[in-house]
């Protein structure tokens, strides 16, 4: 390990590089990798969406350094505006719209908790990382949460499902939505508290990336003790993330078939993903990525999730945010 990241254009290069790595890890099971695309999604436009997010990270890593030494309130970081800033970056620089919404989610916040750790002279490890993110989420606006719907709104609403008109989230393709927002005082806090019973990104970011210090920074490192292959340690990452949750994004997919409301389709979903998870766990039990007989259930299981249409995308997110507390806390490839 060097040395963990010591200003803000350290926090950029992470946060960018932990987008690229996580993408060009192969065979990540359903996700596009560096050799396979989803469709118009392709690896190469996946790895522009990458460094297009630095921009935003930087200005969230200074404006966390600033909050940390006092010189601006937490509640006036712009979390969600620089939220909406990275989704509309990574969509502008290649042709395929964004690609890293979820990790938009999750990048962004934590770049701002770094800069805060640095503005305070504080050691940037993963549980100072995790305490400063829950304060600054906490410390969120109705302004915040605007700004996410928006850049969720620029992702295609069609593929999040529908709220029903009596919930009280309002729909994200919903013309009063920003509104409803603000009548019903829902800062980004509160929803992501909301969201997170069907969404895992919102879920992890309720949870002050549980998932991501529990299971996917451990395993990344160990791994890469293990073995010191980082397209092994990263793909094994990805699918002990995946043995562990069941990811929305999988569930969504399959139980939108069924029916466009949320979080009726991730209920409905559910079996499926428990099967993706099931799956992952005895893909890991043969070694994964690490072995050759591990591989050759990498690959299996890789094209059985393309030919079923499903990408778990979520735990994809939840890969790269472990990427990124690595190596925000000096883990360098």
């Known amino acids: ?13 992470a946060a960018q590089l932990a987008a690229a790595l996580e993408v060009s890890a192969w065979p990540k099971p359903g996700n596009v990798h560096r050799t396979a695309d989803l469709g118009p999604k392709t690896f190469e436009r996946f790895l522009a969406g990458s460094l297009a997010l630095g921009p935003a990270c930087l200005e969230a890593a200074r404006r966390g350094l600033l909050a940390g030494r006092g010189g601006l309130d937490k509640t006036s970081l712009g979390l969600g505006s620089l939220i909406e800033r990275a989704v509309a970056d990574d969509g502008r620089w290649q042709g395929a719209g964004p690609t890293h919404a979820g990790f938009a989610m999750l990048c962004v916040p934590l770049a701002a908790s770094a800069g805060f750790l640095l503005g305070r002279k504080a050691m940037v490890n993963v549980p100072n990382l995790r305490k400063v993110l829950d304060m600054l989420l906490r410390a969120t606006t109705v302004e915040d949460s605007i700004h996410l719907y928006r850049a969720l709104r620029g992702t295609g609403s069609s593929k999040l499902g529908r709220l029903r008109p009596d919930a009280l989230l309002p729909d994200v393709g919903d013309p009063k939505a920003e509104e409803l927002l603000a009548a019903r005082n829902l800062t980004l806090w509160r929803v992501l508290e909301l969201s997170s019973s069907w969404d895992l990104v919102a879920k992890e970011l309720f ?37 562990e949750a069941e990811d929305t994004h999988v569930a969504r997919t399959w139980g939108l078939r069924e029916t466009p409301y949320m979080p009726d389709a991730v209920l409905r979903g559910r079996e499926m993903a428990k099967k993706v998870s099931e799956r992952a766990r005895k893909v890991l039990e043969l070694g994964g990525a690490a072995t050759p007989k591990g591989m050759e259930a990498v690959q299996a299981m890789d094209l059985w999730l393309r030919s079923l249409g499903l990408n778990p995308g979520s735990c994809a997110d939840l890969t790269a945010c472990s990427l990124m507390l690595a190596l925000l806390t000096g883990f360098r490839p």
């Open 1 to 13: 390990m060097s040395e963990a990241v010591r200003s803000p254009e350290d926090i950029m290069v």
């Open 207 to 243: 949870r002050s990336l549980e998932l991501c210090a529990r299971v996917g920074f451990p395993r990344l490192m160990a791994e890469l003790e293990e073995h010191g292959s980082l397209n092994a340690a990263v793909v094994n990452t990805y699918l002990a993330l995946l043995a």
